[in-house]
């Protein structure tokens, strides 16, 4: 099993310790009661405000989270009806600012909204009606709810790999993003968004997570955490090490291949539908000793997948196997290779944008069609 970074597992949920990054938090939500209706009088009682949540592109949920530490959040109260005021006022709603690109859902896992775009809102908690000839003039309680609220990502390509594969490296050299780089794994620790700009200045953003590792005596629970930031890309990007990786010295060493197998197994796992997404993979450190012995041998093993698996508890082996749109050499540091790269993301997104846009049945004839498409200077399986 694939389990991300120990300094991210004993983080509280959501929050990094070193980085301060927050990417989910609960709240609790309540909806104002209504206010009470005068039944001689025929009196109504006003409706309770509305919880209302709207995305800001400029809000993070740290700072939610400091703003209102006990994260509750409970809309006014209609008024009642008075003798001398028959119509109680309407409770103000309250309105919650939240980041654009959250996902909210309930304690049972139903989402209620996805707010992906500045100014989105929804109703997360409504408002008891006042009392009135509907309700035999007693008023109704709000809605209490408790909401979790995710933040995903939006870029338009996902990296995966494990530690110290090269993706931040990767990152610096297609953008201008500067995430850290070391030669020791778990370096980065939070999601880093970088942005590719063509000559004729298209945008594509690419997010760079955090490294997975294998590792059975980890927290489960945490082991898929930074994944959901790939759950909205358009292309999950895999990157491996040529030479492999070894955690410590305790632990197994993974050659690229078995790298690639158990990256496939994390993400069925976490959810079998990420693999719909196109993959691409790079096969870094080009620079590197017998590189070119490793390369073959890893393009050698993908043809034959489900043969090459031996080497690998079954538990480990994937049912659903990626399915590359295009394999690519790379050389991560020296900037080798990294046009294609880039040449090969923007059709796959362009393809996928055409796709998004079709009837059903063409975008099912689409994908084939797609699939037989040589890319240019990229080796496809
Ligand atoms: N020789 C060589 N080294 C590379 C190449 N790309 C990255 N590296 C080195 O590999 C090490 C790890 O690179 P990172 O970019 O930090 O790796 P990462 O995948 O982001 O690692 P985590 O953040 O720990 O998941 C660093 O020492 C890099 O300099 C490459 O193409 N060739
Ligand atoms: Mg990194």
Same mark, same amino acid.
């Given at each position: 099993?694939?389990?991300?970074?120990?300094?991210?597992?004993?983080?509280?949920?959501?929050?990094?310790?070193?980085?301060?990054?927050?990417?989910?938090?609960?709240?609790?939500?309540?909806?104002?009661?209504?206010?009470?209706?005068?039944?001689?009088? !025929? #009196?109504?009682?006003? =409706?309770?405000?509305?919880?209302?949540?709207?995305?800001? /592109?400029?809000?993070?949920? $740290? %700072? &939610?989270?400091?703003?209102?530490?006990?994260?509750?959040?409970?809309?006014?109260?209609?008024?009642?009806?008075?003798?001398?005021?028959?119509?109680?006022?309407?409770?103000?709603?309250?309105?919650?600012?939240?980041?654009?690109?959250?996902?909210?859902?309930?304690?049972?896992?139903?989402?209620?909204?996805?707010?992906?775009?500045?100014?989105?809102?929804?109703?997360?908690?409504?408002?008891?009606?006042? !009392? #009135?000839?509907?309700? =035999?003039?007693?008023?109704?309680?709000?809605?209490?709810? /408790?909401?979790?609220?995710? $933040? %995903? &990502?939006?870029?338009?390509?996902?990296?995966?790999?494990?530690?110290?594969?090269?993706?931040?490296?990767?990152?610096?050299?297609?953008?201008?993003?500067?995430?850290?780089?070391?030669?020791?794994?778990?370096?980065?620790?939070?999601?880093?968004?970088?942005?590719?700009?063509?000559?004729?200045?298209?945008?594509?953003?690419?997010?760079?997570?955090?490294?997975?590792?294998?590792?059975?005596?980890?927290?489960? #629970?945490?082991?898929?955490?930074?994944?959901?930031?790939?759950?909205?890309?358009?292309?999950?990007?895999?990157?491996?090490?040529?030479?492999?990786?070894?955690?410590?010295?305790?632990?197994?060493?993974?050659?690229?291949?078995?790298?690639?197998?158990?990256?496939?197994?994390?993400?069925?796992?976490?959810?079998?539908?990420?693999?719909?997404?196109?993959?691409?993979?790079?096969?870094?450190?080009?620079?590197?000793?017998?590189?070119?012995?490793?390369?073959?041998?890893?393009?050698?093993?993908?043809?034959?997948?489900?043969?090459?698996?031996?080497?690998?508890?079954?538990?480990?082996?994937?049912?659903?196997?990626?399915?590359?749109?295009?394999?690519?050499?790379?050389?991560?540091?020296?900037?080798?290779?990294?046009?294609?790269?880039?040449?090969?993301?923007?059709?796959?997104?362009?393809?996928?944008?055409?796709?998004?846009?079709?009837?059903?049945?063409?975008?099912?004839?689409?994908?084939?069609?797609?699939?037989?498409?040589?890319?240019?200077?990229?080796?496809?399986?």
């Amino acid at each position: 099993m694939v389990h991300l970074s120990r300094v991210l597992l004993t983080a509280p949920r959501g929050l990094s310790r070193k980085t301060k990054f927050l990417d989910r938090i609960r709240v609790y939500v309540r909806g104002g009661a209504g206010g009470q209706g005068y039944v001689r009088y !025929g #009196g109504l009682g006003g =409706d309770g405000g509305n919880v209302v949540m709207v995305a800001k /592109s400029n809000k993070t949920l $740290l %700072k &939610l989270a400091e703003d209102f530490p006990e994260k509750r959040f409970i809309a006014k109260n209609g008024a009642d009806s008075k003798r001398l005021l028959l119509l109680g006022d309407n409770g103000e709603d309250l309105v919650v600012e939240v980041p654009t690109g959250v996902v909210l859902s309930l304690d049972n896992g139903k989402e209620i909204a996805d707010l992906n775009a500045d100014g989105e809102t929804v109703v997360v908690a409504k408002g008891g009606a006042g !009392g #009135g000839p509907n309700n =035999d003039f007693r008023s109704k309680k709000g809605e209490t709810r /408790s909401i979790r609220i995710d $933040l %995903k &990502l939006l870029a338009d390509v996902g990296l995966v790999g494990f530690p110290n594969a090269g993706k931040s490296t990767l990152l610096c050299s297609m953008s201008r993003a500067k995430p850290k780089v070391a030669d020791y794994p778990f370096t980065t620790l939070r999601p880093h968004l970088g942005v590719t700009v063509f000559d004729d200045n298209r945008r594509i953003t690419i997010a760079d997570l955090p490294g997975l590792i294998e590792g059975a005596h980890m927290n489960i #629970g945490m082991g898929h955490f930074f994944l959901k930031h790939v759950e909205r890309t358009k292309v999950l990007l895999v990157v491996v090490d040529a030479q492999g990786f070894v955690l410590n010295r305790r632990s197994t060493f993974r050659t690229a291949f078995e790298t690639i197998v158990l990256l496939n197994k994390e993400l069925e796992m976490y959810k079998p539908e990420l693999l719909d997404k196109p993959q691409v993979l790079l096969i870094n450190k080009m620079d590197t000793e017998c590189f070119n012995e490793k390369y073959e041998e890893t393009l050698n093993l993908l043809k034959n997948c489900r043969e090459s698996m031996d080497s690998i508890p079954e538990e480990l082996q994937p049912n659903r196997l990626f399915d590359f749109k295009s394999i690519i050499p790379i050389s991560a540091s020296l900037g080798e290779n990294i046009d294609t790269v880039k040449q090969t993301l923007r059709k796959i997104i362009d393809e996928e944008n055409r796709i998004d846009k079709l009837p059903l049945q063409n975008k099912l004839n689409s994908h084939i069609d797609f699939h037989s498409k040589e890319l240019s200077n990229t080796f496809i399986v």
